[in-house]
């Protein structure tokens, strides 16, 4: 029996391209270190090697730490030092980013009718940003934080997308079992392998990420009604 509806943000909730939003948010990161000493040619590179490391995160320590070390790295310093500066950024100038992704009222529509039927409803987005991003982005979306029983972000998360023990770690804060999971994503390679644990999937399909081309028609897949119209034949 599904008790828990975990959803994926970006590209699910938050309507985005993928490729413009980093482009807006890496320049704009960018920009705004190199008024405190850093190159901002190379600063996206960095970050992004940073996220890359997170990614391969093998679950000895937060994707913060493992963040700030690779990205310290590259940058030749403590770059955690400058945390304030990183903080600051997303607290104003990472805002601006959102006039690229879009918004999609159903997103709101569907959390709020999913919570009143008794699920419980996590954010399983993938946990590569501070808290700070991440809730900006989930307002963007039309959705309050505390709309959430769980939020993944990288300062309490060891694991990530698509790495199998990203869900077990959710499974266990949340304190469900595989089999009362239902994970909604638009990722087929990140999202749909939920369900290699056990869990239930459905694939959002507005904004498809489908890197390897793999036929979809083997997951339950659609926009906001199919999603519904799936959850309410789950009770």
Not at 105 to 112: H, L, S, V
Request: charged share 25%; aromatic share 10%.
């Amino acid at each position: 029996m599904i008790t828990t509806i975990l959803f994926d943000l970006d590209g699910t909730l938050l309507p985005m391209d993928q490729d413009i939003f980093l482009k807006a948010y890496l320049g704009g990161l960018a920009k705004k270190a190199a008024g405190h000493g850093y190159e901002a040619a190379p600063l996206p590179r960095q970050i992004m090697a940073g996220t890359y490391a997170m990614v391969k995160n093998d679950g000895s320590a937060t994707n913060e730490d493992v963040f700030w070390s690779a990205f310290s790295a590259l940058c030749g310093k403590d770059a955690k030092q400058d945390i304030a500066i990183f903080d600051d950024f997303y607290r104003n100038e990472f805002q601006e980013v959102r006039h690229v992704c879009g918004c999609d009222p159903r997103a709101a529509e569907a959390i709020r009718e999913i919570k009143a039927m008794g699920y419980t409803v996590a954010l399983a987005t993938n946990p590569l940003f501070p808290a700070i991003a991440t809730h900006s982005r989930t307002r963007w979306a039309g959705l309050d934080p505390a709309d959430f029983a769980l939020i993944t972000t990288y300062e309490t998360s060891r694991h990530s997308k698509p790495n199998p023990a990203y869900y077990q770690d959710v499974m266990e804060a949340l304190g469900v079992k595989a089999e009362e999971c239902l994970m909604v994503g638009n990722d087929v390679g990140e999202d749909m392998i939920a369900e290699k644990l056990g869990m239930q999937v459905f694939l959002l399909t507005d904004c498809l990420i489908n890197k390897d081309n793999a036929d979809i028609s083997r997951y339950p897949h659609g926009s906001f009604p199919e999603l519904m119209e799936h959850i309410r034949r789950l009770r």
